[in-house]
């Protein structure tokens, strides 16, 4: 069984959304993407378009680069991404997209031994995502507050600076008067 990090390697980011296609679920509940999307269209009823969509010609270019520049993964289908770069595809070949409640719902369509861990498996995927991202948004938080701190002390910075600068040109200036040339009566 695939490791988690391997399982986070195969949820993309697509409208918005964290997503699994549907070849990547295949090979990890261990069927064809065939068998695989034939289960999910006899129990069509429980995926709506909130849990699963087709991926655009548009979008599925997108991925498919993605897929590509990460050669070194073992889970990528590359007959898949073969047949993704032909130009002109019908429609129906273009992958499915599972949201996070869709793999939740794959749980009462697939019910082998394998599927159920798998299942389990990839739920832990998805909270592990969001909690790294909640941690993620943590520290941007931090880091916007401290990039507006050292904005304020840039301000006070500047205005010390201008403060001293004053002090010095009324020193110097100060300096120039007691020490000018002095004209008229002299002790």
Known sequence: MPSEEKI????????GERVMLDFDLAVLYDTTTKAFNQAVRRNKDRFPEDFLFQLSEQEW???QNRLIDRTDQPFVNRSQIV???QKHRNKGLLPYAFTE????MLSGVLHSPKAIKMNISIMRAF???RRFVAQNLSLKEQLKEIR???????VQL???YDTLENMLNKTISQQEWES???IGYKK
């Open 101 to 104: 409640q869709g793999v939740a």
């Open 127 to 129: 909270v592990e995502i």
């Open 158 to 160: 500047k205005q010390i």
């Open 148 to 154: 507006e701190r050292l904005g304020e002390h840039d």
């Open 8 to 15: 986070q390697d195969k949820i993309h980011e697509i409208r």
């Open 180 to 182: 000018r040339e002095r």
């Open 61 to 63: 270019q997108i991925v």
């Open 83 to 85: 047949t993704g770069s």
